[in-house]
């Protein structure tokens, strides 16, 4: 029989080198916090149970789901510690995997591999192999290459530091003896805490094979304990998102100027300018092509569509064969029908636009309804908002707006009416009617402009 897995998430670190305010497993990495991205990876790993080992409210307050248990540590006395904390909240069999809450970029086949190691009754760690081992635990071996201890780098010899193969803080075991090992863990060491580390060494004194799983690249092994770390990882993750962008035929303009930071889902033949980013869930279809410097969050895009540059687009929909932009901004609830043109300067929000309808310059539409075949000038705006309440404004199909035209909402342009350029709409119009303000025009003959001086 499988031995059950369970997992313990250390996530209470300080992150006193972050130097922020915000606990440092909340920190952002492709738009979401670290410890989401571990969450993510431990779910599909299908554990019995999860245990965080939290510090700040701030984090456990973040991630209401059901499901997780919870561990305070306080104060935090080093990642022993942090370990005898979750296990005091899972169950006492089965295989513990141990993850840590700032390091987000193990992959799921890769912890499979020590889990397995683990489920032999091994202490299985997961290493990896550092061009700049600097900073974390070696792992020292014997002569016949067997796993002797990890020693930390305060602790490390001139030699140890030589080494390059290091300790990334993921490792399994069964849970009956990391409880076992953790109780004969002391403080003795050049910071006073309680190692994890020492597991190793107490695993070869009790003859416990130690079993080692190498990570795949050096970005596998990365955490984060700064905001450089942050910023290094976050151009790895991104590049590791581009790539696969290309390998699914999408076609970057340059792979190490794309940001993502949600689920991206391409048809064939998109191309992606430089600089755009990409939020929360976004879909492109067919033969999409997005200008540089766009912003797009949760938005849908149609085939053959065209969104030209500095466009942001949120919460919104965008049928076929559109054309948006440049620098046009599509707010949330706007739905756009096949063949609709929103130029330069545009911004739509909590509306639709029917099929083949164009405002192509310097306008606000606002909750407002546009039928079929509507042509908006450049200039006009809806007047949605009285001060306490928002109205709503209906353009019948086939109505011609001229340039320079308020709507002063609540109101409806019946079904072919054209706006006269200039014109102030308070009133329904009927299908089919032209309206106007009426105007005079005066020039004066002989008139002299004022002259300083």
């Known amino acids: 029989m499988t031995e059950p897995l369970q997992i313990a998430i250390l996530a209470a670190g300080e992150g006193k080198r972050m130097r922020s305010a915000t606990p440092k ?14 969450l993510e990876t431990a779910r599909r790993l299908a554990p019995r149970a999860t245990c965080v080992v939290y510090g700040e409210d701030a984090v456990k307050e973040y991630f209401p789901e059901d499901g997780l248990l919870w561990a305070r540590q306080s104060p935090p006395l080093g990642t022993a510690d942090a370990l005898r904390c979750a296990l005091g909240a899972l169950p006492a069999d089965g295989v513990t995997l141990v993850m840590f809450g700032a390091d987000p970029m193990a992959r799921e086949a890769t912890l499979r591999n020590v889990v397995e190691r683990a489920r032999s009754g091994a202490l299985s760690l ?5 061009t700049d081992p600097s900073g974390y635990g070696r792992i020292v ?8 201890a990890i020693v930390e780098q305060k602790d490390a010899t001139a030699a140890q530091r030589a080494i390059r193969e290091i300790n990334t803080g993921m490792m399994a075991a069964p849970t009956a003896r990391l409880r076992t090992w953790l109780e004969r863990i002391d403080r003795r060491n050049a910071s006073g805490e309680y190692y994890l580390t020492n597991v190793a060494l107490l695993a070869v004194q009790d003859g416990v094979a130690v079993e080692t799983t190498r990570a795949t690249s050096e970005t596998e092994a990365m955490g984060v304990n700064s905001m450089r770390d942050l910023a290094e990882l976050e151009r790895r993750y991104q590049r590791q998102r581009a790539d696969e962008l290309l390998d699914a035929g999408v076609s970057l303009a340059d792979p190490a100027r794309i940001d993502l930071r949600g689920s991206i889902e391409c048809g064939r033949d998109v191309s992606i300018d430089v600089n755009c980013i990409f939020e929360g869930k976004v879909t492109l279809g067919n033969g999409v092509r997005i200008g540089a410097h766009c912003i797009l969050k949760d938005a849908s895009i149609g085939e053959l569509t065209a969104i030209a540059p500095f466009s942001q687009l949120e919460n919104a929909g965008v049928g076929a064969r559109c ?38 310059h310097l306008s606000y539409v606002g909750d407002t309804v546009v039928g079929r075949d509507v042509n908006i000038g ?76």
């Open 141 to 148: 071996r014997d002569p016949s290459g067997r796993v002797a």
């Open 378 to 453: 450049a200039g006009t705006i809806t007047c949605n908002y009285d001060g306490a309440a928002k109205h709503r404004t209906v353009i019948e199909d086939d109505v011609h707006i001229g340039s320079d035209t308020q709507l002063v909402a609540p109101v409806t342009v019946g079904r072919g009416a054209t706006v006269g350029a200039g014109t102030t709409v308070w009133k329904d119009v009927p299908p089919e009617a032209l309206v106007i303000n009426d105007k005079t025009q005066v020039a004066r003959s002989g008139w002299k402009r004022p002259r300083k001086g």
């Open 126 to 130: 997961l290493t990896a192999e550092l």
């Open 323 to 360: 054309r948006i932009g440049p620098f046009a901004r599509i707010r949330p609830g706007t739905a756009l029908a096949d063949e609709v043109h929103i130029g330069n300067f545009v911004e739509v929000k909590a509306s639709s636009f029917g099929e083949r309808s164009k405002a192509n």
């Open 25 to 38: 497993v909340l920190h952002a990495l492709g738009g979401r916090p670290l410890l989401a991205h571990v």
